[in-house]
């Protein structure tokens, strides 16, 4: 699957005769309209990224104390998005902030981040219900990433019981998402064409 996938907008239905004049029926205008639209809407949603990702390593500069071009103003490739569908700004600012942490502490940023397990989760949801213990991953990742969001499910739901039924289940989940979805590219030092080398498709 890809970002755009506009083929059977440009496939005509049938065999054209192409030495004969043919006039562009007003249906394939309004697809042709629809892909430009779907091009402008990727193009700024592509710039929006940047723009947060800068804001984001401005922040991490300021929060770990880096005043020259050190690590964190070198990790722009690694905030590089790996899901299909388009992350809200909330979700890529915290995929963001926890890429940056790492690197400001020197540990690996080949792994999962909690943006990443919680798209994927929510990307499930929404195909079919989550089973008990896939929904206890999820309310513990949105818990641990959105405390202030999350707050509330407490009101609705018995978090805890949900932790001390399944728990164990979710343990095992988050352990293969963390895994599944881990980024062999994703290093400090990687260059442009070392990422795109690596082929990435990104996540579902």
């Given at each position: 699957?890809?970002?755009?996938?506009?083929?059977?907008?440009?496939?005509?239905?049938?065999?054209?005769d192409?030495?004969?004049?043919?006039?562009?029926?007003?249906?394939?205008?309004?697809?042709?309209?629809?892909?430009?639209?779907?091009?402008?809407?990727?193009?700024?949603?592509?710039?929006?990224?940047?723009?947060w990702?800068?804001?984001?390593?401005?922040?991490?500069?300021?929060?770990?104390?880096?005043?020259?071009?050190?690590?964190?103003?070198?990790?722009?490739?690694?905030?590089?998005?790996?899901?299909?569908?388009?992350?809200?700004?909330?979700?890529?600012?915290?995929h963001?902030?926890?890429?940056?942490?790492?690197?400001?502490?020197?540990?690996?940023?080949?792994?999962?981040?909690?943006?990443?397990?919680l798209?994927v989760?929510?990307?499930?949801?929404?195909?079919a219900?989550?089973?008990?213990?896939?929904?206890?991953?999820?309310?513990?990742?949105?818990?641990?990433?959105?405390?202030?969001?999350?707050?509330?499910?407490?009101?609705?739901?018995?978090?805890?019981?949900?932790?001390?039924?399944?728990?164990?289940?979710?343990?095992?989940?988050?352990?293969?998402?963390?895994?599944k979805?881990?980024?062999?590219?994703?290093?400090?030092?990687?260059?442009?064409?070392?990422?795109?080398?690596?082929?990435?498709s990104?996540?579902?």
């Open positions: 699957m890809t970002i755009l996938e506009h083929s059977n907008l440009c496939a005509p239905d049938s065999p054209r192409y030495h004969s004049p043919c006039d562009l029926p007003a249906a394939s205008l309004t697809e042709l309209d629809a892909l430009f639209r779907d091009m402008g809407d990727l193009i700024e949603s592509t710039l929006d990224r940047c723009t990702a800068e804001d984001e390593i401005e922040a991490a500069q300021l929060r770990h104390g880096e005043w020259k071009r050190g690590p964190l103003w070198n990790s722009f490739r690694l905030l590089r998005p790996t899901h299909q569908r388009p992350w809200p700004e909330l979700v890529y600012r915290a963001c902030q926890e890429l940056l942490n790492r690197v400001a502490a020197g540990t690996d940023t080949r792994s999962a981040t909690d943006a990443e397990k798209a989760l929510s990307a499930a949801s929404q195909a219900p989550l089973n008990s213990g896939a929904e206890t991953l999820y309310l513990r990742i949105g818990i641990r990433l959105f405390p202030d969001i999350f707050d509330g499910v407490a009101d609705v739901l018995d978090v805890q019981a949900y932790e001390t039924v399944h728990g164990s289940r979710a343990d095992d989940y988050e352990a293969q998402l963390t895994r979805l881990a980024q062999p590219w994703r290093t400090n030092g990687t260059t442009a064409n070392e990422v795109e080398q690596q082929h990435i990104p996540q579902e």
